[in-house]
């Protein structure tokens, strides 16, 4: 998927605060980057920041692959700090959810729906 395509698929919203334009950016780029590294294929994320008393809220929810909805909250002192421990647990589930994956369906490869040992093979 193409980089720009990848980032239109994320939205980032701030509930009654001002996101500015880097924020929106860092959070962007990082989720682009964690969806190449660890997800494999994000079909969307939805991001949003919200006040909590003297914090700030981060909440991710993701779409990973065929896999459920994935949901990542975190409190912290400023914005950026939010989003990076909340994208920390969504990766941390998205490979326990893919472990639990690979330990219950082991004729599975990942991402394809082939038998192992089994390739696609093209009927002419």
Known sequence: ????????SI???GHQIDLGEALP?????????????????????AVGFSRDGL???????????NLKVIIGEAPAGDCY????????RVVEQVQRRRERLKRNRPGR?????????MDAVSVQ
Do not use: W
């Open 81 to 88: 700090r939010a989003f990076d421990v909340a994208l920390a």
């Open 11 to 13: 939205v980032v919203k």
């Open 25 to 45: 950016e860092h959070v962007r780029e990082k989720l682009s980057q964690a969806a190449e590294k660890s997800f494999g294929g994000l079909k969307h994320a």
């Open 1 to 8: 998927m193409p980089p720009n395509s990848l980032h239109s």
């Open 109 to 117: 490869i990942a991402g394809g729906s082939h038998p192992a040992g």
């Open 55 to 65: 914090t700030y809220r981060c909440t991710i929810n993701a779409q990973v692959g």
